[in-house]
């Protein structure tokens, strides 16, 4: 979610000068996290959610197969 903010700052700071350089996507958003002083927890906390959403996703597409 947190990252998905900060693509979305991104996208309204280029937007807002024109400047589609500022804009560099989910790799640009992780590369920022990294630079703040709690980014590893935060990008440790980011792939867990991945990992749990994952997972859910396999489960619920095997409840539904049965």
């Known amino acids: 979610m ?3 903010l900060i693509i979305a700052g991104l996208a ?3 937007a807002l000068f ?3 350089t500022k804009f ?3 790799d640009g958003a992780m590369r920022y996290l990294t630079t703040l002083p709690s980014g590893t927890v935060l ?5 867990i959610g991945f ?3 994952g997972l ?3 489960a619920r597409a095997r409840s539904l197969r049965r």
């Open 24 to 26: 560099t996507g989910l």
């Open 2 to 4: 947190c990252t998905f």
């Open 12 to 14: 309204f700071v280029a």
């Open 43 to 47: 990008l440790v906390l980011i792939a």
């Open 51 to 53: 990992i749990v959403y």
């Open 56 to 58: 859910y996703l396999i």
């Open 18 to 20: 024109t400047d589609s």
